[in-house]
């Protein structure tokens, strides 16, 4: 289950010029993943919809869709054919526990990706006693990066005044055309595990290589969506939202919210 504040994030641009219709226009960004733990790399794809204040981001086992306007998160499972619903931003629970917002500093380096420019900022991100440093590339003019904005802002606003309203604050401007995180999970600290599971998992953690994520856009394409894209398909039934499991219960959880090791800023919310 991933209602994760991932990483990760999406997330305040000053206002700009568009005319109506490109006001109303979707992009669709298609990103693979490369996570190593120490072992043989995994790789994966991840879709990446956003069109004006609603975002859905489609993995391999499941869909999350963000809507700012109706103040939800919906987690769609296709292999059982269910949703389940939550508020958006969360009641009653700290998504960010733990974890510090992500400083970025521009690098004055440049990458091209995908046909397109953008810039790279290095940032450093702190989770529950992990350490993760990373490097992002942000393109301000590559398709579909008022969107990104449209939505970063719009997220700030909806977020102000909870605890994860400094981790969205300063992401820089633009499409993410790639990024690589390497975390450290020495010093992993879950809250609510007593001092025999904390030695444990210190040892287990001790010893263990970084995880390194790189996420690399291969696709983006910009076109009008409809209202559909960003509801759960006919058919499906809705279910209670599962509950988190209980911190100390089980493996520590990754540092973002998905199949990688640390935060990046554009999956933010996942």
């Known amino acids: 289950m991933k209602f994760a504040i991932h990483a990760a994030a999406a997330l305040a641009a000053a206002a700009f010029a568009v005319t109506a219709s490109a006001a109303l226009a979707g992009v669709i960004v298609e990103e693979q993943e490369v996570v190593d733990r120490g072992g043989p790399p995994i790789t994966s794809v991840r879709t990446i919809v956003i069109q004006g204040n609603k975002q859905k981001i489609v993995s391999e086992h499941d869909t999350m869709i963000t809507d700012l306007d109706r103040g939800v998160m919906v987690l769609i499972t296709p292999a059982r054919k269910t949703y389940s619903e939550m508020p958006f931003p969360p009641r009653g629970m700290s998504p960010t526990a733990g974890m510090a917002n992500i400083k970025f500093a521009k690098t004055g380096s440049s990458r091209t990706i995908d046909g397109y420019k953008c810039d790279n900022y290095k940032g450093v991100s702190h989770m529950m006693g992990t350490h993760s440093d990373i490097v992002e590339c942000f393109s301000a003019s590559a398709p579909g990066a008022h969107e990104f904005v449209a939505f970063q802002k ?72 409809a209202d559909s894209e960003f509801a759960p398909p006919a058919g499906y039934t809705k279910q209670p939202m599962p509950q988190m499991p209980r911190m100390g219960a ?15 800023a554009h999956s933010l919310p996942e």
């Open 154 to 225: 719009a997220m700030v606003k909806k977020l102000k005044g909870t605890s994860a309203a400094a981790m969205v604050a300063d992401v820089p401007t633009g499409v993410p055309l790639a990024s690589q995180s390497t975390t450290s999970m020495k010093g992993l600290t879950i809250p609510g595990m007593n001092p025999e599971q904390a030695q444990k998992l210190a040892k287990m953690m001790a010893n263990r290589p970084p995880i390194v994520t790189k996420t690399t856009v291969t696709k983006i394409t910009t076109k009008s969506l």
């Open 250 to 264: 089980g493996a520590p959880p990754h540092a973002s919210g998905g199949t990688g090791g640390g935060p990046a």
